[in-house]
C-alpha cells in the first residue's frame, strides 16, 4: 500500500474542482512531463526529480539530441506505474517529479554552457533529491558529476553502457565534447577508474587513445564481444562486483544498444546490445548504491518513427527502478 503522502503528492484537481491522478489518465492526455509526474520547482517536494538538459553542443558529427528531452517526455506518457518484471512500483515508493529542463545563459560558449548544467546538479545535490538526467548528448554526465561531487567525500564508481569508451582527449579544439567526459571525470577525481566499468563497447577507431586511457587507468572495458561470450547476467554479477558497495552513477548512452533499436542517435554503431539484454542488464543492477543516473545521446530528428526515443524511455524508467530502492521517506507525525 503506498504512503498517502505519496498517493497526495500524484493527485491534482481540474477545473471543475474534482481531484484525479493524471498518471491513471488516458495516455495521450495531459501535458508532456516526464512519464506524466507533476512537473515540481520545490526540491523539498520529491525524492526523486527527472532533469531534461536539452544540449548537444558536445556533438562531433550529427547533431539534433538536443531535442531529446521534449521528445523522451512524449514517448514516456507510454510508461505504466508497474514493471512487470520485477514488481518495482517506484510511484508507490517516492515522489517522483519533473524538474524541468536546465536553464542556459549562454549557449554557445563551451565552458560556460557546461557550467548551467553544472549549476543545475550543484543545486539538486544540495538537496536529498536523487537525480535522473535525459540529455542531450553524452557530454552533460561531466557537469553533472561535477556538481553531485559535493555529496561524497571521494570519487565515485561507474557503471556506463556505451559503443564508446568517451575517453578521447582534446578533439577539434575543446575537450567538452560527447567523446570526452569520462577522461575529464577521472582527470578531476569524480569517478574512479578502478570501480568503472564500460558495457558494449565496440566500433572502429581514428586512433586508440580513448581506449588505451580507459585500460591503463584501471577501467574495466567490456567489448561487445565479451559481452555476448559471457552475457548479460555474468556481466551484470562482475560489473557489481567491481564497483562495489560505496557509492555508483549510472550512465547509459543509447547508441551502446543496436542501431535496429535506436537509429536516432549521433554516432550508431552495429552489432549492438539488444533492448532485452539492456533491460535485464539493468534490472540486474539492483542492489547497487546507484546516487543518480542518465540516459543520453537520444536524437529525434534523426528518427522520425520514434522507436528511438521510447526505448530511451523505457530506459529511463528501468533505472528510476532502481533509484526507488533508495528512498526511504521519514516516519508519519
Not at 543545475?120 to 538526467?133: C, G, K, W
Not at 539488444?274 to 537520444?298: P, Y
Not at 528512498?327 to 508519519?332: H, K, Q, Y
Request: charged residues 25%.
Amino acid at each position: 500500500m503506498a504512503d498517502h503522502r505519496i498517493k497526495a503528492f500524484y493527485q491534482r484537481q481540474d477545473i471543475l474542482g474534482e481531484t484525479y491522478e493524471p498518471m491513471q489518465q488516458l495516455r495521450f492526455t495531459e501535458l508532456a512531463t516526464f512519464m506524466r509526474v507533476p512537473l515540481v520547482s520545490d526540491l523539498a517536494d520529491v525524492d526523486i526529480g527527472i532533469v531534461g538538459i536539452p544540449y548537444d553542443g558536445g556533438l562531433t558529427a550529427r547533431t539534433g539530441a538536443r531535442y531529446g528531452p521534449r521528445e523522451v517526455r512524449n514517448q514516456s506518457s507510454l510508461m505504466r506505474a508497474i514493471n512487470v518484471a520485477t514488481g518495482a512500483r517506484p510511484f508507490e515508493r517516492a515522489r517522483v517529479g519533473d524538474l524541468g529542463d536546465v536553464r542556459f545563459k549562454d549557449l554557445f560558449n563551451l565552458e560556460n554552457a557546461i557550467k548551467d548544467i553544472e549549476r543545475t546538479f550543484v543545486r539538486i545535490a544540495e538537496s536529498d533529491v536523487l537525480p535522473l538526467a535525459v540529455g542531450g548528448d553524452h557530454s552533460v554526465t561531466y557537469p553533472i558529476l561535477k556538481g553531485l561531487r559535493s555529496r561524497f567525500d571521494e570519487p565515485v564508481g561507474l557503471l556506463h553502457v556505451d559503443a564508446h569508451t568517451d575517453t578521447w582527449p582534446e578533439f577539434a579544439g575543446s575537450k567538452f565534447h560527447h567523446g570526452a567526459p569520462f577522461r575529464l571525470a577521472t582527470d578531476e577525481g569524480l569517478i574512479d577508474p578502478h570501480r568503472t566499468v564500460q558495457i558494449g563497447i565496440r566500433g572502429g577507431q581514428n586512433f586508440a587513445d580513448g581506449l588505451d586511457y580507459s585500460r591503463d587507468k584501471g577501467m574495466r572495458v567490456i567489448t561487445i564481444e565479451e559481452f555476448d561470450d559471457l552475457g548479460w547476467e555474468a556481466v551484470a554479477q562482475e560489473a557489481k562486483r567491481i564497483v562495489g558497495e560505496g557509492p555508483v552513477y549510472l550512465t547509459f548512452d543509447v547508441d551502446g544498444l543496436d542501431p535496429a533499436y535506436t537509429p536516432g542517435t549521433g554516432t550508431p554503431e552495429a552489432g549492438g546490445i539488444t533492448m532485452r539484454e539492456a533491460q535485464r542488464l539493468i534490472r540486474a543492477f539492483s542492489g547497487v548504491n546507484l546516487i543518480g543516473g542518465d540516459v543520453v545521446e537520444v536524437s529525434p530528428p534523426l528518427d522520425p518513427s520514434g522507436m528511438t526515443s521510447l526505448n530511451g524511455a523505457t530506459i529511463l524508467f528501468e533505472i528510476l527502478c532502481l533509484l526507488a530502492e533508495h528512498v526511504t521517506l521519514p516516519p508519519i507525525d
